[in-house]
């Protein structure tokens, strides 16, 4: 039979109206905790305990040493969301010429010792076209605010808020983008951007339409981003909707917030540029505030009405306010908006920059067809108001009425520039929602994005979320979307918007929100993944220029490591696309899923083992087998469903998500043993409630055909499990998981050691109700056979997250992804989670921080895969693309930013003054020596006897500048010529976080 192997336009809109009607659907890397499921249960106030684990989890790392020092030798180790995987050798001479440390794996510059931004690059739009774009168009990921520079008189520089890759700035009108974030935010995620009129640059941390992480605050700079200083400490825990600068006092800025800390929301004003904001006073003082927008000056007496929007929520219904006199006094103009009141309507406001007392307001209700657009002549005075919904594109157009408002809790923005005309200046309105609308003032609208119309008509990407007006020239503006950033212009000789010129700003923007990837055995420049609403990106062996080989939002991808040219990607609801070589064709290979329940977050594993069967999630578990598709891939008449092995093992695995939710968090087959696949769940029981965390174990009987036959397959439970009669009922506390009970905690992901299919790391997501346990966030089990084999043992999960409370424990934050050092899996492998990487080379006694003292910014990761065909541990980031680093950087005892070169002199005691030579791209500050230790072959270690710190001089430190410090031993140290180590602890500062690095240097004593 004929196969589509692309959704259908319908399929499309039809996902999309799900993501908007199902309040268990978020848009970020998981939904659990996201900022819509959190408020439609609990309004806007919400339980805090995620942010400050965040919080915690910084200044736990700024703590952190940045590796882990064994001696002379190697070691022998989907907001904040719940959810979302050595060799041994001697250090180098130097100690921490990270330049130089032993030989690079195959293909792999010896020289590359921090991470690398591989994309994606030059992204193509989703093949089907219709949501993302034409074909000439290139695309990144979600872009939620930009804001010209209104300095430069050209009107070529331009600052935009990304929802996960932080601040970028353009120079060239956004040819060319470049980062300003990575090496000095402590958090990515950001919405709401302003430049002052004196160059000021204001954008709020948090991403306000996703929900993926609240704020920290606002970052301020003084030097067009150069540096960066964080502000508006009193917004933090709330997300920030809007900045706006007033456009007649140079140092007055506004601020609005919702969602997230109840209390810290509402509207907030600053009089010194951003340094101090107070808190303003409307007649409903929090909230979720979604715009604020400044009129035109009246004519005779200059006075501007400033205008604040407030979505409903379980408190109060849609609210619009009004000021005279700048935030002092406030007016309710909520009453004279007729049909007002509603308690399930978003909402937002834009005033006139043209007449002082014309205004627009729009509101709707998600998932309904009551959208309108008003407008008042009178400054938003009661019985003013004139709809002008006229023909908007509400959905109609393509059959399905109301359909662009269906996702206005996410994708909305209402924002009016000025059309010049000789005597009058005309409104320019626009009104984003899934498309992008446009109108000259009045109620004749056009659809300048026509982004869900046809393949053939779109213009630009769906989701819009924001847009500024080039101050040099008001026809030409960018707009924000899920898609990037893209650049619009107005023809005044034919009335009408176009994207021409403005349709490939995206190329050098790096900020693809990854859900998951895979990577190629043996090319290094070969990879995809799944993104958040940029469908499948992939580098078809050329990092500079990304294919797309997806559709929808792209989730669950991976690579046959055999036969490399069979691949799979998936999007939303288990739409599975394989191919079968390489990509120069596509198949739609979804099976009939019957009554299963799909995911929103499709999830697939592809067995190392046995690569030819790939493991997909519903509520059960399938498997396809690719033998089946062998010589089918293209074939019209081939059913997928022969492929399939349905519902392994006859078991539901999420079997409480009738009494709330439940969904697969990972699926982990062994590399080392076909016959045996892991499967963890997380979720909540509304009924009870309680939190919901299942671990599975499948395997395969060896029976007959073994694990080739679906018929052996079986099912046990390792978080609880009955060694008397195989059951699944609850122990007590301390009998799997150490003092911890059934329904107190959630499973975010499992990973199995490639050598031992018995031996598996599992993170978590919640605190133990056990003191004791409080803060661990991964386990090890050994003994998972016990559960077959030798059943009233029990199998045990021990903690590996190292002493909680010291510098050296792994972060309280929830595992996305886990990862064993192929060389070395019994004691290093890698934990992924919402700001970096993390290393432990003890088996999990102590942990270090190999994201951000190797140049990796402050972002989560979702995927992480060491490939030995190309010697690189690679990583997907939400919010930054992938990322690489050579595995051998990770087989030393003690990488270090530093090359250091001690000269050591005898007298009254042993003199030792160091040059220190900074290998690191970024500058480092503050620079000391916190710890000395002379270690001889044989015999006892001798510490220093300076007073500690010593501070470098300079003590800071730019790529290969060095500093310098001496320290003294005591002559009883040992003998002249006495061979040994000394080890030099350091304390520095990169960006915001305090990183300590260790220094072996062999030497003989003087």
């Known amino acids: 039979m004929q196969r589509s192997i692309e959704l259908t336009e319908e399929k499309l809109r039809e996902n999309k109206e799900r993501v908007g009607t199902n309040p268990n659907v978020g848009e970020g890397p998981e939904f659990l905790e996201s900022k819509l499921w959190r408020e439609r249960l609990y309004g806007t106030g919400t339980p805090e305990g995620n942010f400050a684990r965040l919080n915690n989890a910084l200044d736990q790392m700024r703590k952190m040493s940045s590796w882990g020092s064994t001696g002379g030798s190697g070691g022998g180790g989907t907001r904040p969301n719940s959810f979302g995987g050595s060799g041994k050798g001697s250090a180098p001479a130097s100690g921490g010429n990270i330049t130089a440390m032993g030989s690079a794996w195959p293909g792999v510059p010896a020289q590359l010792t921090q991470w690398e931004f591989v994309g994606p690059r030059d992204l193509k739009p989703a093949p089907q076209l219709i949501y993302f774009g034409p074909a000439q168009s290139r695309a990144s990921g979600r872009v939620n605010d930009v804001a010209y520079d209104p300095t430069d008189p050209t009107g070529n520089t331009a600052y935009i808020a990304s929802a996960g890759g932080g601040v970028w700035k353009t120079t060239n009108g956004g040819q060319d983008w470049q980062q300003l974030s990575d090496s000095t935010f402590d958090q990515l995620q950001t919405s709401g951007i302003a430049v002052t009129a004196t160059g000021v640059v204001l954008v709020g941390l948090g991403d306000y339409p996703g929900g993926d992480a609240a704020s920290r605050g606002v970052m301020r700079s003084t030097d067009g981003g150069a540096t960066w200083v964080r502000v508006a400490a009193a917004i933090q825990g709330t997300y920030v909707s809007q900045i706006l600068c007033d456009p007649d006092l140079p140092n007055v800025v506004y601020m609005t917030t919702g969602g997230g800390t109840a209390a810290r929301t509402g509207v907030y004003k600053s009089t010194d540029s951003g340094i101090n904001w107070a808190k303003l006073n409307p007649p409903i003082a929090t909230g979720d505030f979604t715009k604020i927008s400044i009129a035109a000056p009246d004519p005779g007496t200059g006075t501007r ?3 604040v929007s407030r979505a409903a929520d379980l408190t109060a219904g849609t609210s619009v306010f009004r000021s005279s006199d700048r935030g002092a006094t406030w007016t309710n103009l909520t009453l004279g908006i007729p049909g007002q009141n509603s308690f399930n309507s978003e909402v937002e406001v834009a005033a006139s920059p043209n007449d002082p007392n014309v205004v627009y307001y729009v509101d709707a ?8 657009i008003l407008k008042s002549n009178q400054a938003g005075a009661a019985n003013t108001w004139v709809d002008v919904t006229g023909n908007f594109p509400d959905g109609a157009e393509v059959g399905q009425p109301g359909y662009n408002y269906s996702q206005f809790f996410y994708d909305r923005h209402l924002d009016c520039g000025t059309i010049p005309v000789p005597g009058q200046d005309i409104d320019q309105l626009f009104l984003g929602g899934i498309t992008l609308a446009a109108t000259l003032g009045g109620s004749n609208w056009t659809d300048v994005g026509q982004s869900y119309v046809s393949p053939a008509a779109v213009q630009t990407h769906s989701d819009q979320h924001g847009m500024a007006f080039n101050p040099a020239n008001p026809l030409k503006s960018l707009i924000t979307n899920d898609g990037g950033v893209y650049g619009l212009t107005f023809d005044p000789n034919v009335g009408t918007w176009t994207f021409v010129g403005g349709y490939a700003l995206n190329r050098t923007l790096g900020v693809s929100q990854f859900y998951d990837a895979d990577w190629h055995p043996s090319n290094p420049d070969w990879m995809l993944g799944g993104t958040q609403d940029n469908s499948s990106p992939a580098a078809l062996g050329d990092v500079q220029h990304w294919d797309n080989v997806g559709a929808g939002d792209g989730f669950g991808s991976a690579i046959n490591p055999v036969n490399t040219a ?8 288990d739409n599975i696309i394989g191919t079968g070589d390489s990509w120069a064709s596509r198949t739609g290979i979804s099976p009939d899923w019957g ?8 999830r697939m594993a592809l067995s190392p083992a046995a690569p030819n069967y790939l493991y997909v999630a519903t509520n059960n578990l399938w498997r396809f087998d690719s033998d089946k598709a062998a010589g ?15 519902r392994l093992g006859g078991t539901n695995l999420c079997p409480d998500s009738g009494q709330g939710f439940e969904t697969i968090t990972g699926i982990a087959p062994s590399p080392s043993d076909p016959s045996i696949v892991y499967v963890s769940t997380a979720g909540i029981d509304f009924a009870t409630p309680r939190l919901l965390g299942k671990l599975w174990m499948l395997k395969f009987r060896a029976t007959g055909r073994g694990y080739r036959d679906p018929a052996n397959a079986q099912w046990k439970r390792l978080d609880i499990y009955n060694p008397g009669t195989g059951d699944v009922r609850s122990f007590p506390p301390g009998a799997i998981f150490q003092n911890v009970a059934d329904g107190q905690i959630r499973i975010s992901t499992v990973k199995v050691n490639p050598s ?3 031996d598996i790391l599992v993170g978590t997501t919640d605190n133990s109700p056990v003191a004791a346990n409080n803060g661990v966030r991964l386990w090890r089990c050994r003994n998972t056979n016990n559960v077959w084999s030798n059943p009233q043992i029990l199998p045990q999960f021990i903690p590996v997250s190292g002493i909680q409370g010291t510098p050296t424990a792994l972060t309280t934050l929830p595992p996305r992804c886990i990862e064993f050092h192929p060389n070395d899996p019994s004691n290093t492998f890698f934990v992924g989670n919402d700001i970096g990487v993390f290393i432990t080379r003890d088996g999990g006694s102590t942990w270090f921080n190999a994201g951000t003292n190797l140049g990796l910014p402050v972002v989560p990761v979702n995927a992480m895969r060491a490939i030995r ?13 992938m990322w690489r680093m050579p595995i051998n950087v990770f087989d030393q005892a003690v990488p270090s930013p530093f090359k250091v070169t001690p000269n050591l002199t005898r007298g009254a005691s042993i003199s030792c003054t160091i040059r220190v030579q900074n290998l690191n791209q970024r500058q480092l500050s503050g620079v000391s020596i916190v710890g000395a230790q002379f270690i001889p072959s044989t015999g006892t270690l001798s510490n220093t006897t300076s007073a500690l710190p010593v501070n470098l001089t300079p003590n800071q430190l730019s790529l290969l500048q060095e500093g310098r410090g001496t320290v003294l031993f005591a002559n009883t140290t040992g003998r002249s010529g006495t061979l040994g180590t000394l080890r030099f602890t350091f304390r520095y500062q990169l960006a915001s976080s305090t990183v300590n690095a260790v220094n072996d240097v062999t030497v003989r004593l003087p």
């Open 305 to 307: 009405f400033l205008y």
């Open 365 to 372: 209700s998600t998932g309904q067809t009551d959208g309108r």
């Open 566 to 573: 069979i691949q799979y990607t998936s999007s939303q609801f």
């Open 595 to 602: 009554a299963d329940e799909l995911p929103f977050i499709s």
């Open 632 to 646: 089918r891939w293209n074939d019209p008449t081939w059913d997928p469903n022969t492929a399939w092995d349905p």
């Open 756 to 758: 031992n299919p018995y």
């Open 869 to 881: 065909g190309t010697g690189f541990l690679n990583i997907a980031t939400y919010g930054r693309g």
